[in-house]
């Protein structure tokens, strides 16, 4: 397998925790520096039409784009430490946290809206960190009392071992944290984060540890 990758990506991030997780290390690795715009060059466009990262390149030529479907093939094929819970309840609380992360926060986040909202629409940087700053704080607010009332959370999002919900918040926390965003009010999440990052495959996968880390 081939990793498409960039350091910074909170979405290929989620894709190196579930890999190491699974203890599946990809045969190569190749980095699509986004703010130099690699992700446009047209021979990656030939490989993934959307130009966003991760994707996972299969040895027999298939391509994977989009990190949760990635996550959830690589738990069907490496069934060794599942990121879904065996209950359908289970699996269903487990994904709806993990699509509260990728779907409502980290899309209005993303370089590409923020680059637009500086580039296109001439906002400042100031009423650009402002954006990212009120999206996060939705987010997580929600997130916090959903995690904190609900006894299926444990010592991770749901119970004692991680899953996809943790490999989605662990680096969408990261990106608070880069925009000096002030997580005092979520201690759930920040409590869950710890206890991630305690482990070596959270760890290994934080962008400061990549080869392309800048």
């Known amino acids: 397998m081939r990793l498409y990758d960039y350091f910074r990506s909170s979405a290929a991030y989620r894709v190196r925790i579930a890999l190491n997780l699974k203890g599946v290390a990809p045969g190569e690795r190749t980095y699509v520096h986004l703010r130099m715009g690699n992700q446009r060059a047209q021979d990656y466009l030939a490989l993934n039409p959307q130009g966003l990262v991760p994707a996972l390149a299969l040895d027999d030529g298939r391509v994977l784009t989009q990190s949760l479907a990635i996550i959830e093939y690589l738990d069907e094929t490496h069934p060794k430490s599942p990121l879904l819970p065996a209950d359908a309840e289970g699996r269903a609380r487990v994904r709806g ?17 923020l680059n637009y909202l500086i580039g296109t629409l001439g906002v400042s940087r100031e009423q650009k960190d402002g954006w990212y700053r009120y999206w996060i704080d939705v987010g997580f607010e929600a997130l916090e009392k959903s995690l904190a009332r609900d006894a299926a959370t444990g010592t991770y999002c749901h119970g004692d071992a991680p899953t996809l919900a943790d490999v989605c918040l662990v680096p969408q926390m990261a990106n608070a944290r880069r925009f000096s965003i002030d997580l005092s009010p979520y201690p759930t999440l920040r409590r869950i984060e710890a206890a991630c990052n305690a482990l070596p495959a959270f760890a290994d996968a934080a962008p400061a540890k990549q080869p392309d880390a800048e």
């Open 97 to 113: 946290i993990a699509l509260q992360i990728a779907c409502d926060i980290h899309p209005l986040d993303n370089l590409r809206v």
